[in-house]
């Protein structure tokens, strides 16, 4: 039979973790001076909150660079300019079909933070920052989704040129069709299924900008929340 044990591992002892980020969780001290806070439970969360609010500025760039993207974002951008506002900011690279999990991790955490600053009775809204400056083509332009029953496959997109310029400066050619139909094969079947292929089809469409593919697709996940 096949016995399971659960042990806590140290970030200090998994390997290519910054220090600085392994430092703050294990020294109390420097998430105070750093975040405000030693422990992230409720009352220091809303605590700190009320501490840092302050608007978004400024507005306008914002809503401009999100233009036509749905009323959900607009209403949100709305929200983060009213004084007294809390905002929860997190971001990522604009990587292909979205890119690793952990970017879902980070937008299903701000969304998480949000609510519960709400409930606390603070007025909060999350910002998602698509790091679009980013010049790591080659990094940008590949994924790797868990497959049920298979395991790991890797996704990769073409890269026309090594050329030094930010993602947001590079379109999708014809080439992103044949990682679309690869990423449908592997989607499990379900009632969804569909609808997540119609909405990465209409993110990953060739002639579009890479970071506003990746912003389109996060918009369809997370904008509704």
Not at 184 to 195: E, I, Q, R
Not at 202 to 211: F, K, L, N, S, T
Request: net charge positive.
């Amino acid at each position: 039979m096949l016995a399971l044990r659960l042990e806590r591992i140290g970030l200090d002892r998994l390997p290519g973790v910054n220090r600085f980020y392994a430092d703050l969780c294990a020294r109390p001290e420097l998430r105070i001076r750093f975040l405000g806070a030693a422990e992230w439970d409720t009352a220091a969360l809303r605590d700190r909150a009320a501490q840092v609010r302050r608007p978004l500025r400024p507005l306008a760039d914002l809503r401009r660079q999100n233009a036509g993207v749905g009323p959900e974002v607009d209403a949100a951008l709305e929200r983060a300019a009213r004084p007294g506002v809390v905002l929860v900011v997190t971001g990522q690279q604009a990587g292909l079909l979205g890119g690793p999990a952990y970017t879902i991790l980070k937008a299903l955490t701000v969304v998480a933070l949000v609510r519960l600053l709400r409930r606390e009775g603070l007025d909060a809204a999350g910002l998602f920052w698509v790091a679009a400056e980013d010049h790591d083509a080659a990094e940008v332009a590949t994924t790797t989704l868990f497959v049920p029953g298979t395991g790991l496959a890797r996704l990769a997109l073409p890269v026309v040129d090594d050329l030094p310029r930010p993602v947001a400066q590079r379109r999708l050619e014809d080439s992103v069709n044949a990682v679309l139909e690869q990423a449908a094969a592997l989607l499990p079947a379900g009632t969804h299924a569909s609808v997540f292929q119609g909405w990465l089809q209409e993110a990953y469409r060739p002639g579009a900008g890479w970071g506003e593919a990746f912003r389109m697709w996060m918009q369809r996940l997370f904008a509704p929340l």
